[in-house]
């Protein structure tokens, strides 16, 4: 049998394995700590991205479920916590009209 | 010190006038109203202020890591933003330093009020925050308070404005938690800059959008302390099919 149109791409890692190594590196920095604390006044936790990286590579290796299913929660936990308020405004579908428009250089009060 | 991101706003509509201008902000940029190409004068220097805000402006836009990554995030979403169309070099009053002019789609430079190329860096990226929200949201800045607060608290935030050395050069010496102090404080003063609302007012809507807006990282989804986490960002943004498609 034929794949149907539209059928399913192989399921990756959201993100590439050195994306996670170096997300952590990062994570781990000195520079990155200080500014943490600078604006939310804890301190850091990166193992995260540790246990991302490791799954990652398991997942590189031996295609595990368990591997996959660790990254796709760890992943969804980052989105949700990025959504945790509601916004305050509505998301636009497409651009403003008048973006492109040129430019009115009459005065105002012209017609 | 200087105050960025003063939120303008459009009065008229086919000639027709509800409030002043003074209401929206824009006697802050009197040149806004006037015909747009007054010739100079003859004995005018070469290398006037407008020369060197222009020149900054685009050393800014092809140099910051910032502005760069703002761009590109908007050119994606259909609003590419050209030079000579949606920024403008002015004269402005007091000490306000830019604004973004929702009617024109336009980010205005205080040319008399700018003259590092470090300030001019952070003047742009600010604005191209107030840029790219108008871009991607329907963003009621002449008559919802709540949005306009919620613009400059991302703004203030994510722009560099509170980062800790600039705070320090303005003699804030806070650590802990200080950046949101910082964004808390400028977004309410942009806020008061241009409407006229009370201290009170302004604080309640900046203290109701704070939880929501201070946590709206969009485009860079972290707040970029370096032009490495701008790297960093700019990244995920080229990831984000990936990414979205393998959750």
Known sequence: ?111 | SSRTGVKEDTVSHRGEQQRSDEDYGYGLFPKRKEAKYKKGSVGESLFTFHNKCQLMLHFALETSPYAKFLLGVMKQSGCTAYQDRHFSCEDCDGTVSGGFDAATSQIVLCQNNVHRQSHMNRVVTHELIHAFDHCRAHVDWFNNLKHLACSEIRAANLSGDCSFGNELSRFNFGFKRHHQECVRDRALRSVLAVRKVTPEEAKKVVDEVFDSCFNDLAPFGRIPHSKNDVKFASRDFQNRDRYYGNL
């Open chain 1, 1 to 111: 049998m034929t794949a149907a149109a539209g059928a399913a791409v192989a399921w990756r890692p959201p993100r590439s394995c050195e994306d996670y190594w170096s997300e952590w590196k990062h994570c781990k920095s000195l520079w990155n700590r200080f500014h943490h604390y600078y604006a939310f006044g804890t301190s850091l936790t990166c193992r995260q991205w540790k246990a991302d990286y490791e799954a990652c590579r398991e997942w590189e290796k031996e295609s595990s479920a368990e591997a996959k299913e660790l990254l796709q929660q760890s992943e969804r936990a980052r989105v949700a916590e990025q959504n945790k308020f509601a916004p305050v405004w509505q998301l636009r579908q497409k651009p403003p009209d008048d973006w492109y428009l040129p430019l009115d250089h009459s005065k105002p009060q012209d017609s």
